[in-house]
């Protein structure tokens, strides 16, 4: 046999040995991440965590009774007509028709200022045509129903489509100019109304399993308190519309919506794990999904679902449900608990996924630690709401604002909320005919109440608290 033979058989054994190596390393890690993975989910089922959709999947609501089934056709009516694309129930988004176009397109919702002269001439008459005076009949009559379930199909996993929740928010700046223009014309009472609306309205989304719902539904929340606070310093508020917006605002407190979205996130995941293992998507179609684009290499990414993905995603997708796991125990410590205990940040947490190639986890973990901090902003800006609107009802039967907080309990609030931020007691002083109040802010520093810089005006600052500063 000649030397050329001779080096290529060893060649031939040296591959043969490699591959049968490898492919011996990959039926082991296979059986170990397996055997991993089914030890951490066995775990999760005896702590009593919901492990399927069914568990947990919001159970059919009566017709009558179902406040989705308005809104549904509010956001039909929103999407036809000229310029529009229509909007189909869990199937397409569809796009605004030129008339929500431009009342949504106005700088601001809760200073009317801050509109043009071509807006604050053309925005009423748009609000009161009969298209519009509809949309918002079907709005009020949704609000008032005790339920709302959009019939999501969450066992589509990565298919799921939410075309409602981009309306749901553009509702909100619907009823906030409505309000702007009520109160404009003298009828506050009425502007309040409109926002109560609004906010029954959020309120609606607090049942939902996902964490984009929660998202969405403080995002409304927020919407609206600016405008309740606005109003409330320009125009005033009675009494009346006062304790009604506070007691309304209770509702809308406490982190078990949270907690139950990370059920709804960990069912999501495996969902998406399983589609994947039994090849109905690949690992790149996640990522495009997920990050809105499929990524360029489609080479590696199945060299990655063949060699890599199989076994290792078992102990990837293991790590994924230890993450979720802590984060959902988290929210029963409080926020500045946790953060003084946080021995690793859950950015580090995502940082740690991808240098450990953990491609599952590092698609879906991102941005979960600031949904702890905009839920705290949430909490915080309803506190201070609240305790807003109760110093306006001390003003308007004393005359004036109460040297401290503890002057409002128990006759204009039950209880005094505290800042998440701190534990302790919100900040306020008053002045001649105004009053200061506000909440730490994520960053538990106390920054003088210097208030959030709105984004679309420029960049946001991170050193912040949560103001109301009202001059009346």
């Given at each position: 046999m000649s030397k050329g033979k001779k080096a290529l058989k060893v060649i031939g054994i040296i591959f043969g040995s490699l591959i049968a190596l490898i492919i011996v390393v990959h039926i082991i890690l296979n059986i170990v991440f397996g055997i991993q993975l089914r030890n951490k989910i066995a775990e999760l089922k005896v702590q009593g965590m919901p492990m399927t959709i069914a568990e947990i999947v919001p159970l059919p609501v009566p017709d009558e009774e179902n406040a989705a089934l308005l809104y549904n056709k509010a956001f039909i009516l929103m999407t036809t007509a000229e310029g529009g694309t229509p909007y189909i129930p869990n199937k397409e988004r569809g796009t605004k028709n030129n008339v929500i176009k431009t009342i949504t397109d106005v700088k601001s919702f809760s200073d009317i200022s801050e509109w043009t002269d071509e807006q604050r001439n053309e925005i009423p008459q748009l609000i009161n045509s009969r298209d519009m005076q509809y949309i918002y009949e079907l709005?009020?009559?949704?609000?008032?129903?005790?339920?709302?379930?959009?019939?999501?199909?969450?066992?589509?996993?990565?298919?799921?489509?939410?075309?409602?929740?981009?309306?749901?928010?553009?509702?909100?700046?619907?009823?906030?100019?409505?309000?702007?223009?009520?109160?404009?014309?003298?009828?506050?009472?009425?502007?309040?109304?409109?926002?109560?609306?609004?906010?029954?309205?959020?309120?609606?989304?607090?049942?939902?399993?996902?964490?984009?719902?929660?998202?969405?539904?403080?995002?409304?929340?927020?919407?609206?308190?600016?405008?309740?606070?606005?109003?409330?310093?320009?125009?005033?508020?009675?009494?009346?519309?006062?304790?009604?917006?506070?007691?309304?605002?209770?509702?809308?407190?406490?982190?078990?919506?949270?907690?139950?979205?990370?059920?709804?996130?960990?069912?999501?995941?495996?969902?998406?794990?399983?589609?994947?293992?039994?090849?109905?998507?690949?690992?790149?179609?996640?990522?495009?999904?997920?990050?809105?684009?499929?990524?360029?290499?489609?080479?590696?990414?199945?060299?990655?679902?063949?060699?890599?993905?199989?076994?290792?995603?078992?102990k990837d997708f293991a790590y994924y449900l230890t993450v979720l796991s802590k984060m959902q125990d988290n929210y029963n410590i409080p926020y500045y608990e946790y953060k003084n205990a946080q021995t690793i940040p859950f950015d580090q947490e995502w940082q740690q996924a991808r240098q450990k190639f953990y491609i599952f986890t590092a698609a879906l973990l991102p941005g979960l630690d600031r949904v702890r901090d905009l839920?705290?902003?949430?909490?915080?800006?309803?506190?201070?709401?609240?305790?807003?609107?109760?110093?306006?009802?001390?003003?308007?039967?004393?005359?004036?604002?109460?040297?401290?907080?503890?002057?409002?309990?128990?006759?204009?609030?039950?209880?005094?909320?505290?800042?998440?931020?701190?534990?302790?007691?919100?900040?306020?002083?008053?002045?001649?005919?105004?009053?200061?109040?506000?909440?730490?802010?994520?960053?538990?520093?106390?920054?003088?109440?210097?208030?959030?810089?709105?984004?679309?005006?420029?960049?946001?600052?991170?050193?912040?608290?949560?103001?109301?500063?009202?001059g009346s």
């Open positions: 709005l009020e009559e949704g609000s008032q129903k005790p339920k709302c379930n959009f019939n999501r199909n969450y066992e589509d996993g990565l298919g799921m489509r939410f075309p409602d929740l981009e309306y749901m928010r553009d509702t909100e700046r619907l009823l906030c100019a409505k309000a702007l223009l009520q109160a404009e014309s003298g009828n506050t009472g009425k502007a309040f109304d409109t926002l109560i609306v609004g906010l029954k309205i959020s309120n609606h989304l607090k049942d939902g399993l996902t964490l984009i719902e929660q998202l969405i539904r403080i995002a409304c929340d927020g919407i609206i308190i600016e405008c309740i606070e606005s109003i409330s310093d320009s125009k005033g508020i009675s009494p009346e519309k006062a304790n009604l917006i506070m007691n309304e605002l209770s509702t809308h407190e406490g982190i078990e919506p949270f907690i139950k979205c990370m059920d709804g996130e960990r069912l999501y995941g495996i969902l998406v794990f399983e589609q994947i293992s039994k090849g109905e998507i690949s690992l790149r179609d996640m990522m495009g999904k997920i990050h809105g684009e499929l990524q360029e290499n489609a080479l590696v990414f199945s060299l990655f679902n063949i060699l890599y993905y199989r076994p290792i995603m078992k839920q705290e902003r949430h909490q915080a800006n309803i506190g201070v709401c609240r305790v807003g609107l109760a110093l306006k009802l001390h003003k308007a039967k004393n005359g004036i604002y109460p040297e401290k907080l503890e002057g409002l309990a128990p006759e204009f609030l039950r209880e005094i909320p505290t800042d998440p931020f701190s534990g302790k007691g919100l900040i306020y002083s008053r002045y001649i005919g105004g009053f200061k109040l506000y909440s730490l802010g994520p960053n538990m520093r106390d920054d003088y109440g210097t208030p959030r810089a709105k984004e679309q005006d420029a960049p946001a600052n991170k050193d912040y608290d949560i103001v109301w500063e009202s």
